[in-house]
C-alpha cells in the first residue's frame, strides 16, 4: 500500500500531520465555543446544543470535515494500522494546548500518562522510518 510512490496531490505523510494539526484546533474551538455560550438558556444547556450559538463551534466544525477528509486521503496510502497510532499524536498535544493556551492544569499522573503516549508513538514511528527506507 506504502510502496507506491505516487500519492496524487499531496504527500499522505504531511497530510497525517496536518489531520492531526486539524484536530488539535478543532478540540481547541469547542471548547471555547462551548465556554462562550456556558450561561445561555438554561433549559436546553444540559444537552451542549447551545454550543452552537457560537461561531467557533460552527468554525470547529467545518475545521473538522477538513480534517476527515484529510484523513480519507492518507488512509488511501498509509495502512491503518500506521496511519491510527501515529495520528494519537493528538493525545499528546490536546493537553500540551490546553496547559499553554488555555492555561489548564495537568496533574503529575496525567504528565505521566502523556509520556507513556509519546513512549508509544516513538515505538509506532520507529518501523515507519524502516519502512520507509525499503521504498
Known amino acids: 500500500m506504502t510502496q507506491n510512490r505516487r500519492f496524487g496531490f499531496a504527500n ?7 489531520e492531526i494539526i486539524c484536530v488539535l484546533v478543532y478540540e481547541l474551538l ?7 455560550t456556558a450561561n445561555l438558556s438554561q433549559v436546553w444547556s444540559w444537552t451542549g446544543i447551545t454550543a452552537l ?12 470535515i477538513i480534517s476527515l477528509l484529510s484523513w480519507l486521503y492518507v488512509l488511501r496510502y498509509i495502512p491503518l494500522s500506521i ?9 499528546v498535544l ?4 490546553c496547559w499553554i493556551i488555555l492555561g489548564e492544569h ?8 502523556i509520556a507513556l503516549v509519546v513512549i508509544g508513538l516513538m515505538l509506532t514511528a520507529k518501523p515507519v522510518a524502516r519502512l520507509e527506507e525499503k521504498l
Open 94 to 97: 490536546i493537553p500540551l494546548s
Open 12 to 18: 499522505p505523510w504531511l497530510l497525517l500531520g496536518f
Open 53 to 64: 450559538a457560537s461561531p467557533l463551534t460552527w468554525l470547529a466544525m467545518v475545521i473538522m
Open 83 to 91: 496511519a491510527f497510532p501515529l495520528s494519537r499524536a493528538v493525545d
Open 106 to 113: 495537568i496533574s503529575p499522573r496525567r504528565w505521566f500518562g
Open 30 to 36: 469547542q471548547k471555547r465555543g462551548a465556554s462562550e
